[in-house]
């Protein structure tokens, strides 16, 4: 199974960004998707979760609004949209595979099964 998160870089405050995440090696459609992020000393952070069908979305409350979680299961992907970002956005996103078998996804990295590789997001001036 490979998750590969790309989209990361450089972006000012106020911009936005996409991070696309493909998947293969796994049934995706029976899958949920989650996006998480990290910053140096700290835990892993959810940030969003779209159920296998896309049916259900969840947003961090900080996130709520500003970003917007999608998944296209004909091309194995899950997408990450990200506008109005803050510095606070500032990390590296991870997007994981989770098996639940349920619209009401998980929040928790502890229950995700596959892990990408991360993607840096930067927003400075």
């Known amino acids: 199974v490979q998750l590969q998160a790309c989209g990361g870089g450089l972006v000012q405050p106020g911009g936005f960004l996409r991070l696309p995440c493909a998947a293969s090696g796994l049934t995706f459609s029976n899958y949920d998707m989650g996006w998480f992020r990290q910053t140096p000393g700290k835990e892993r952070e959810f940030v969003s979760a779209?159920?296998?069908?896309?049916?259900?979305?969840y947003y961090v409350d900080s996130v709520k609004g500003r970003f917007t979680i999608s998944r296209d299961n004909a091309k194995n992907t899950v997408y990450l949209q990200m506008n109005s970002l803050r510095p606070e956005d500032t990390a590296v996103y991870y997007c994981a595979a989770g098996l639940f078998w349920t619209e009401v996804t998980s929040t928790n990295p502890d229950d995700y099964d596959y892990w990408g590789q991360g993607t840096l997001v930067t927003v400075s001036s």
């Open positions: 779209v159920s296998w069908s896309g049916g259900s979305t």
